[in-house]
């Protein structure tokens, strides 16, 4: 940790899905998660906008979207993939929309997931 990424993130990766009709629950769960890196200092910010609703009701709150910077040299570029969960330090999950990586290291685009 560091003054600008005070925060630590564990990064998983779902199980992909092979089942699905009549058989038993395919879809996600934590338990089938794989872990891809652990201990990762990052910084967390909110975004001011967030995704709305697809029901369109007027009193539905958007679903919060977050900025996760990870410094270069802590994961190196193609490690997260767009799908990829990321946990942080006090069990706070998001999903991540749209890992961007430049010189800087990582940018991911994520969204705040339910536990």
């Known amino acids: 940790m560091t003054f600008l990424h005070p925060r630590t993130i ?14 038993p629950y395919g879809g996600q769960t934590q338990a089938s998660e794989t872990e891809v890196a652990c201990g990762i200092p990052a910084s967390i910010q909110e975004r001011k906008e967030g995704s709305q609703n697809p029901t369109g009701i007027p009193s539905d709150v958007k679903v919060p979207s977050h900025y996760i910077f990870i410094p270069r040299g802590k994961l190196a570029n193609g490690t997260v993939r767009s799908g990829d969960i990321v946990i942080d330090e006090l069990g706070a999950r998001y999903q991540v929309q749209a890992p961007y990586w430049d010189s800087l290291g990582y940018r991911l685009t994520a969204m705040s997931l339910e536990a």
Not at 11 to 21: E, I, L
């Open 10 to 23: 564990a990064v998983h990766r779902p199980a992909t899905q092979a089942t699905g009709g009549r058989l």
